[in-house]
Structure formats: structure tokens, C-alpha cells
């Protein structure tokens, strides 16, 4: 049964505080309108700098001022602009842009393109010191590298076309630290080394179809494509079950293959265009996907599904905690 959450009781020496709706939402109007004003004046090819108006001007009452910085700090953060505070410039959002660059190369280490390529994009907007706008230029190389090494097929494709981009990226990221440079560096040549040699060795193909096949099941990119992986991953594995066990591997690939008869050649006879459609209607990409999991591991000695992790990115971590 479910109970209702008591609500807290507050102290008996403290009252709740409750924000002013009308105030609030003035604030905000004020920061809107200023964000406008300097998106049309960027728009005009400017780079305009976020400073406190009423900070020169005599007799300003200090409430004023202080309200004035408040707007002018988030003006500042939302463009992703500088802040001027004195004769300091400041850069307030670089926070927000660190957060996005962790969100970004965490999604390309789990191959979610889509996802990583958000978090770039807003990475970009708030990124202005130097190092953090090198990272985001090889967080879009590496994008592409991940790009490449899911899209590509090993041996259709000889080569990763952006193996040589990012390659050709790192001594121009003056900014960042040699460790990194090079750990990125031998990480973009371990993963192409991997992909080629999917294209001539059978095993090494399987684990990137396997991976292939994982990548559309958690990415969502359609039934069709996941059982497509996975029957070709089973024809290259060359999987053999005796026997017709009702939940067995050969009937999961039997109801698979029901899918694209379907779809290439429906049989004219009406009871076996029923029988197939029948078939397809039962198909679970997810449960063959499990089935060939545990087949692979049991013919390879390892577990087949951690063997895909050798086409994952690894992320750089500095020895020592730094401000990024």
C-alpha cells in the first residue's frame, strides 16, 4: 500500500522561505532581454564582453549594483560569453563546458554518437579558455573515429579515414598536456589496429558484429537491424545446434531469418505465408542476442560479451586531480 511522505516539520525557530514569483520572473525578463541584445549583436560578427552596467556610475545605490551583476553574471553564463569584473575577464560557464566534455567522452567510451554529439555541441557554447576548446576539437575527431569504427565494415572497408584526422589533430593541441595527447594518440591506433584486424581474422570479425549487434539493441536502431547483425554474426560464426529445442538457438535464428523472407519474398501459398508470418512474429532480437552470447562464450573459453570492450574507447585520466 502506498503511504503518503509526511511532509518535514521545520524547527520551531525557522520559517519557510518561499521565492517571490514577480520578482523572480522580472529578473529573469531583464536577463532575457540582454541575452537578445548581445545574440543580435554577435549575430552583426561581434564578440561582445558581458560587463556590469551600473559598476562606473556614482551614487549607485548598492542593491542596484548588486542586482545589476547578478543579471550581468547570468547573461554571462548563458551565452557562454566573458565576463568583465574590474579589469578582470572572466569566463563563467567553463564549469558548464567541462560538465558537457566529461557527458561527451563518456558517451563516445559506450558508443552513443548521438548523445556525445549533443553534449559537444553544447560543450561549444560555454568552452572559452584554450584547453577546454582543444578538447572539444578532439572530441569531435574522436566522434568520427567512433563513427567510423562502428559504420565501417572490417574488410568491406580497408581503411578508417579518421584514424589519419585525429592523428594529424594532435600537434596542434598545444594546449593540453603531452600525457594526454599521447594517451589519445595510442588509444585512436589500438582501435584501428583492432579494426583491420576484424577484416582478416574471422574471431576478430564476430566480436565487432557482436558489438555491431549490442550497439543497435542499446541504441535503439530497429529490429530489422539488430537481427541482420546478429544472422550474419551467426553464419561467419558458423553456430550449429542439433536437436529443435523450442527456446534453442536455431529456432531463435529460424524466426530471424522469417523476418527478411518476409520482407525479400512472401511464399504465395497462403498457409505457409501464415506459417512465416507467424514465425517472424515471434522473432526477439534481444533473445538471440543472448543466445549467441552465451553460444560464443562457450566456443571462445572467454566471455563474449566483455570482448567487445576491445573496441571501446578508454578515456584519459590525469595522474593527478587538476582543475579539468
Known amino acids: 500500500m ?5 511532509p518535514q516539520e521545520l524547527p520551531a525557530n525557522q520559517t519557510e522561505r518561499v521565492a517571490d514569483p514577480a520578482a ?8 532575457r532581454d540582454r541575452v537578445d541584445e548581445l545574440r ?26 548588486l542586482r545589476d551583476a547578478v543579471v550581468a553574471t547570468l547573461v554571462a553564463e548563458r551565452l557562454g560569453a566573458l565576463l568583465q569584473l574590474d579589469d578582470t575577464l572572466l ?20 558508443w552513443d554518437l548521438r548523445a556525445a554529439e549533443s553534449a559537444l555541441a553544447r560543450a561549444v557554447r560555454f568552452a572559452r579558455l584554450p584547453e577546454q576548446q582543444q578538447r572539444v ?8 573515429l567512433v563513427a567510423d569504427l562502428l559504420w565501417l565494415v572490417p574488410g568491406d572497408a580497408k581503411t578508417l579515414p579518421a584514424e589519419r584526422l585525429v592523428l594529424d ?35 576478430a570479425w564476430c566480436v565487432w558484429a557482436l558489438l555491431r549487434a549490442r550497439v543497435a539493441l542499446l541504441r535503439n536502431e530497429g529490429v530489422e537491424t539488430a537481427l541482420a547483425w546478429l544472422l550474419r554474426l551467426a553464419r561467419r ?3 550449429v545446434v542439433a536437436g529443435d529445442d523450442p527456446d534453442g538457438l536455431m529456432t531463435l535464428l529460424r524466426r530471424a531469418e522469417a523476418v527478411f523472407q518476409l520482407l525479400a519474398q512472401p511464399p504465395v501459398d497462403p498457409a505457409s505465408a501464415e506459417e512465416l508470418r507467424t514465425m517472424a512474429s515471434q522473432a526477439s532480437p534481444r533473445d538471440l542476442f543472448r543466445a549467441l552470447v552465451a553460444a560464443l562464450t562457450a566456443r571462445w573459453g572467454e566471455d563474449a560479451l566483455a570482448a567487445t570492450h576491445r573496441f571501446a574507447l578508454a578515456l584519459w585520466v590525469p595522474e593527478s586531480p587538476s582543475s579539468t
Open 2 to 6: 502506498a503511504v503518503r511522505p509526511v
Open 237 to 239: 560464426a558458423g553456430l
Open 91 to 110: 569566463t563563467p560557464a567553463e564549469d558548464l563546458a567541462v560538465d558537457e566534455l566529461v557527458s561527451a567522452y563518456r558517451s563516445l567510451a559506450t
Open 137 to 144: 576539437a578532439l572530441g569531435w575527431a574522436l566522434h568520427r
Open 24 to 31: 523572480t520572473w522580472n529578473l529573469l525578463a531583464t536577463v
Open 169 to 203: 589533430l594532435m600537434p596542434t593541441l598545444d594546449r593540453l598536456p603531452d600525457e594526454e595527447r599521447r594517451f589519445y594518440a595510442g588509444e585512436v591506433r589500438r582501435l584501428a589496429a583492432a579494426w583491420r584486424e576484424a577484416g582478416n581474422d574471422d574471431h
Open 40 to 65: 543580435r549583436r554577435r549575430f552583426a560578427g561581434e564578440d561582445p564582453v558581458v560587463t556590469i552596467e551600473t559598476a562606473k556610475k556614482a551614487r549607485v545605490a548598492r542593491s542596484t549594483l
